[in-house]
């Protein structure tokens, strides 16, 4: 069964500053790992799906890393805004092949400070 | 140019009532899904649907009941609702993207039972 943690579960940074969220999962059988961002009473709006052959994905100032044969991603924010104040989270389909379901983390809270 | 819309944003209840929730995807994809955020914030799966049918059921009470009168749609009723129902329930659909499939999220439904 396809496990997902997420570290830290908060942080709080100042304006300006480079940070790293991290994803781990237990079975690297994956097809993909997807990044989410959720603002407080919305829904999630997908950042970065990286495939499994992928070892990294960009989209504007983040980056998105994929090691699996460690089971682990990294989101790298660039210069972070308070307009990134969100929750972060990643997910991976479920092993077994069952590329629709998604198993979540359970996220990091993100306060960047202006 | 909503993309996953739900209806209605909010729904409050008393116990044993029946409720439905609406969700409709103008992307034109074929997959659609349930999930279930609760008071902790973790995400998990209830149903998926592929083509009006049926692919995902994970361990739900069988008073929670999908629809999908078509691709576009999948509805959730609920009967007998219960206190522990409340949560804030989000539908998703998804593109093929490589072999993968990219989920997009509604804006999400939050239920309170009372």
């Known amino acids: 069964k396809q496990e997902v943690t997420q570290i830290p579960a908060a942080l709080s940074v100042p304006e300006g500053e480079n940070l790293v969220l991290n994803c781990s999962f237990t079975d690297s059988a994956i097809y993909n790992l997807q990044w989410f961002r959720q603002d407080p009473g919305k829904g999630l709006t997908s950042l970065l799906l990286?495939?499994?052959?992928?070892r990294e994905q960009t989209s504007g100032r983040l980056n998105a890393s994929l090691d699996k044969s460690s089971g682990r991603s990294t989101l790298y924010i660039a210069a972070s805004q308070p307009g990134d104040s969100a929750t972060y989270l990643c997910?991976?389909?479920?092993?077994?092949?069952?590329?629709?379901?998604?198993?979540f983390g359970k996220g990091t809270l993100l306060t960047v400070n202006p | 140019d909503t993309a996953v819309s739900q209806t209605p944003k909010y729904l409050v209840t008393q116990m044993g009532n029946d409720k439905s929730i609406k969700c409709e995807q103008n992307?034109?994809?074929?997959?659609m899904y349930w999930y279930k955020q609760d008071s902790k914030k973790f995400l998990k799966i209830m149903f998926s649907?592929?083509?009006?049918?049926?692919?995902i059921n994970e361990t739900v009470p069988n008073r929670f009941s999908p629809k999908s009168p078509d691709k576009a749609h999948l509805n959730l009723h609920i009967n007998s609702l219960e206190l522990g129902d409340s949560a804030v329930y989000f539908c998703a659909s998804s593109r093929l993207s490589g072999r993968s499939y990219e989920q997009y999220f509604g804006p999400g439904t939050r239920l309170t039972v009372t």
């Open positions: 990286i495939q499994s052959s992928q």
């Open positions: 649907y592929n083509n009006k049918e049926l692919i």
């Open positions: 992307l034109g994809h074929d997959t």
């Open positions: 997910a991976v389909p479920n092993s077994g092949g069952s590329n629709y379901k998604l198993t």
